[in-house]
């Protein structure tokens, strides 16, 4: 074990380590501190030699509902409410970027739910596999927000039209869907049985030459991926603008109320 924060914890298990997000009460959503928490724990295995590969998946029974929206609420009604708010974007906007340029592979094993930004998340790690009750999905738009991350990484993956369906629809898919689509690469008979396929995958890819994968991945996701990066910021941006909006306050509130909301 290399650190245990609690909300998010890191086992070494060579050649793989996992991340583990773990606010499983709050469906491992992420709020501030565990997006630090999850930079952290990437900085310090970038410096473990022995680890080939990382593999990140949640707690309990989702992979991530995405953004903490009772923090998005919270910054949204706070004296310096556009700092706070813009401040946390920044942030996920950094730890995608650091998981697209760190330099081993990513395998995101998606036990539950990956909604929002856990979807983004998902779509950031290099290969993809999931547990039968994975669901990924953008519901943004239902809350008045705008899946900026999300969306860039989508099209990136999968391309336009699909990123489309995904965004605009705000429906939610099953793994198997996901599959079909492309960006879900294997799909596993059981949840109990995903980290071991997923700690299999990474020791296969610790027989391949460490700098090969390095440059390999970084052809992938900075050269060929030079212009999604630039779009990650746009979206980032985007995403900004949607919480200056009275929609986006409806929308939270709506949500936080159980109610169905009425958009101004």
Not at 37 to 50: C, I
Not at 181 to 187: N, Q, S
């Amino acid at each position: 074990m290399i650190t245990n924060s609690s909300i998010v914890d890191v086992r070494v298990d060579f050649p793989s380590a996992t991340v583990i997000l773990n606010r499983p009460a709050a469906k491992n959503a992420l709020n501030s501190e565990s997006l630090k928490k999850l930079r952290l724990a990437f900085s310090d295995l970038h410096q473990e030699k022995k680890v080939s590969a990382v593999i990140v998946t949640g707690a309990g029974d989702s992979f991530s509902a995405g953004v903490d929206l009772k923090e998005v609420q919270s910054n949204l009604e706070a004296e310096n409410s556009q700092e706070k708010w813009q401040d946390q974007l920044m942030a996920m906007n950094e730890l995608l970027e650091v998981l697209l340029r760190f330099p081993k592979p990513i395998i995101a094993a998606v036990n539950g739910p990956a909604l929002g930004f856990g979807f983004a998340l998902a779509l950031s790690a290099d290969l993809l596999i999931a547990g039968p009750t994975a669901t990924f999905g953008c519901p943004e738009i239902k809350r008045g927000l705008v899946p900026g991350l999300a969306a860039p990484l989508l099209a990136f993956r999968l391309g336009s039209s699909l990123a489309a369906k995904y965004c605009l629809t705000a429906e939610t898919v099953t793994a198997k869907q996901a599959n079909q689509d492309g960006f879900c690469h294997e799909i596993v008979s059981k949840t109990d049985l995903l980290w071991a396929r997923a700690h299999e995958i990474a020791k296969g890819m610790a027989e391949n030459c460490p700098q090969a994968v390095q440059m390999t991945k970084k052809l992938l996701n900075e050269t060929i991926g030079e212009e999604f990066l630039t779009h990650l910021n746009l979206g980032t941006a985007n995403s900004a603008a949607a919480r200056t909006t009275e929609a986006a306050k409806e929308g939270l509130n709506a949500f936080h109320e159980k109610r169905p909301p009425n958009w101004p």
